[in-house]
């Protein structure tokens, strides 16, 4: 018998465990907001940042498939192992 109330009391302590609450808003003071406020602005900025394009190979891709013929593909090669330094 003691047994069987110790598990039903476990199983009800589960029960009251797992119940989700309602989200209550924290109320935040005048000064936090303002540091909170321009952490945002920060964050935005560093976004801005993450924004700009940089090139890549897909890029110049297309112009290279432009410029680039096999009668011209030997000079082109020279001309960007020279910009290289190689």
């Known amino acids: 018998m003691r047994r069987a109330l110790v598990l039903i009391g476990a ?13 209550q808003p924290e109320e935040k003071p005048a000064a936090a907001t303002t540091t909170t406020a ?32 096999s009668a011209n593909l030997e000079s082109e090669l020279d001309a960007l192992e020279k910009e290289i330094g190689e």
């Open 38 to 69: 321009a952490a945002e602005g920060a964050s935005d900025v560093a976004k801005a940042d993450d924004a700009e394009d940089i090139p890549t190979e897909a890029d110049f891709e297309d112009e290279a498939e432009q410029q680039i013929t």
């Open 11 to 23: 199983g009800l302590l589960l029960l009251a465990c797992n119940e989700e609450k309602p989200a």
